[in-house]
């Protein structure tokens, strides 16, 4: 294995700001971080961190190291991962990023049905926003991620498996639910229940209301899918989602927009890193299996 250890003790020190911090991370002793910070800087000749009573704060040449300290750690695992992986596909682990409506409704039988094709490898799931995921996969804490809209970042390799429309969901006995399609302004007048900021579904109300001038008329904000449902349900606000949520809620309807409002989601990993062969397992097997299991192009 490539000692790059003091180069992890300074990613960590850094990413949580502070040594007790990164110690605990790192499940080792405080004066051990310290000590490998220390010989770091002594080889290097230069000072990495400001101490302060109220913390640290990198150096400018700090600053410099951080950006060749996360490629060179990331390369580093990259090339370890590599060689396990020369032993066969009997072994790894698919780290991925999903938001959560589509964690709850969309990826259940695509995680189980990999998971019974390749019972050795394993699944972790990390369950966030679009944004955070994006984040994620380009720090190297996950593989794989699901991400939103149709211009990626430049630093990730995506591959589209689903475009479906988002759509108005209310109680049945909602004035609105009578109606074949709704009017983005009749929807804006209605008091909202919305996902935080950095959610797919929040990104599309917020791109919605800037396209027609429109204010979100917020009434409350979480990201617990059941929770809004429940809101939604009693009549103290609508949402927009896509149907496949409310498929089993007998007592909740779904209302495209008048005009339709897509959502393209595809499955994104870093350009320049190695994807294993666990990870391409499960990106194939995705790709091969979404129009199976329900994309939408209506």
């Known amino acids: ?25 790192l499940h080792v002793a405080q004066p051990a971080v310290s000590m490998a910070i220390r010989k770091l800087e002594e080889s290097l000749e230069l000072s990495l961190f400001h101490r302060r009573d109220r913390g640290i704060e990198l150096t400018d040449e700090g600053r410099t190291l951080l950006l060749h300290a996360r490629r060179i750690v990331q390369a580093a695992e990259d090339a370890e991962l590599e060689m396990r992986e020369l032993h066969g596909l009997n072994r790894g682990e698919v780290r991925i990023g999903i938001p959560s409506m589509l964690g709850s409704y969309y990826f259940p039988p695509i995680l189980m049905a990999f998971r019974h094709r390749y019972p050795d490898l394993q699944l972790t799931v990390i369950e966030s926003g679009a944004r955070k995921i994006q984040q994620m996969i380009s720090e190297g ?16 390799e995506t591959h589209p498996f689903l475009r479906d429309q988002m759509t108005v969901v209310m109680p049945l006995d909602h004035p609105l639910a009578s ?30 209301a800037r396209e027609s001038g429109c204010a979100l008329r917020i009434g409350f904000e979480t990201n617990l899918l059941p ?21 089993e809620d007998a007592d909740l309807v779904a209302k495209p927009f008048a005009e339709p409002v897509w959502l393209d989601l595809s499955i994104a990993w870093r350009r320049d890193g190695y994807l294993s062969r666990a990870n391409r397992a499960f990106v194939d097997f995705l790709l091969d299996n979404t129009t199976e299991i329900g994309t939408s192009t209506d």
């Open 1 to 25: 294995m490539l000692d790059i250890r003091p180069l992890r003790y300074f990613l960590a020190v850094v990413d949580e700001n502070g040594f007790t911090a990164a110690a605990r991370r």
């Open 141 to 156: 804490e996950i593989d794989l991620g699901v991400i939103a809209g149709d211009t990626p970042p430049d630093d990730l």
């Open 179 to 208: 109606r074949e399609r709704i009017d983005v302004a009749d929807f804006f007048g209605e008091d909202l229940v919305v996902f935080k900021q950095g959610y797919f579904h929040r990104e599309v109300l917020d791109r919605l």
């Open 227 to 247: 929770l809004i449902k429940q809101i939604v349900r009693h009549g103290f606000a609508v949402t927009t989602l896509l149907a496949m949520v409310i498929e």
